[in-house]
């Protein structure tokens, strides 16, 4: 009958569940606490995917961190078939290596929004146009979870550089070809879902040397400053020899002397009494700048000018020739939109400097449109 007893370790298995592993994050080459911090970083990531392209489709888009790992780098060649691997270097970071690889679906689906297109009818496989529109659409969301890392490190600013992509297909292939094929990475596989389209993974990835470098400058810098020490006071004077105290005076409290008249009271000190001065008060408008701005100054954004939009069948498209007129949807004489990074910021009308196109600002749009042109 003892035989037939669970141990305690049995017993919390099946408490656990089948789906459950209670490896502690250091089996899986990250402390607790590196995990965490690294857990921070993974949702930075996924946050950023989830706003370039929610921004690009113009519709409701979740993005969630899957799972965070790390695994040696020539697994991810057998994760799944042909992918899109995108390799930049961390400017700032002391050019530390990254990458991103999504499956050729999910490039698709980012170039064609990227395109202004629906993320729908998509082709058969990735053209050069294609590659180059989604790898586009990568490094704005690498801009954006840089920027957003960048704010961790609290002055530190990291910048994508070098930033190159191509279609990987088969075995043999690894993210960083400096470094082994069994060389452990640090990877957080975020789930991309577009309404109306589809689900798309992609990785983000770091060697997991400088996912430990990265988490060691984090913690310096939010790290409590190193206590003081204390500075020894200096020895007190001896004080000279005191003459004998005199007797105490008799106090207005004091009771008056048998038979005699009760002593006058002394009268209290005037007391200062003058109205409150208040600094005055600044009206909204007049509100300072972020104090961290310069974090943000240096970082590139496209400014794009748009005249027009229209839609058209892919018949219409096709035939097109030389002499083909495209009429837009705005009126001679309109405004044209100023976006920047895609997202509208402002107005104005076409002029024409030294035989070069350019434009003059008429108008800022409100916070009010800037918001409606995001999607939210």
Known sequence: MVDELLSQDEIDALLSGPGSSSAPPAAAGLSPDEGDVLGEVANIIANA???VVGMLAGRAVTATVGETT???QGELAVR?????LYTLSCDGFD???AAMALPERGALIMADLMMGGDGKDLPG????LYLSASQEGLSQMVGSAFTSISGLLKG???VPAGASGALKEGEGWVPFGDRSPDDPVWGVRVGVSVADVGDFDLWFLLPV???RELVARIHAVLAPPAPTAPTKAAPAAPKPASAPSPAPRATAAASPPSGGAPAPSRAAPPVDVRPAEFVPLQGEGGGALPANLDLIVDIPVRITVELGRTRKTIGEVLNMAPGSVVELEKMAGEPVDVLVNGKLVARGEVVVI???FGVRVTEIVSKTERIRSMGM
């Not at 799944?80 to 899109?84: E, F, I, W």
């Not at 496989?125 to 050069?128: G, I, L, Q, T």
């Open 156 to 158: 530190q600013r990291l």
């Open 95 to 97: 050019d530390a290596p």
């Open 209 to 211: 040397d400088r996912a």
């Open 49 to 51: 995917g989830g706003n």
């Open 125 to 128: 496989e990735a053209n050069d």
């Open 80 to 84: 799944g078939g042909r992918q899109l």
């Open 354 to 356: 030294d035989e070069s």
């Open 70 to 72: 790390v695994f040696p």
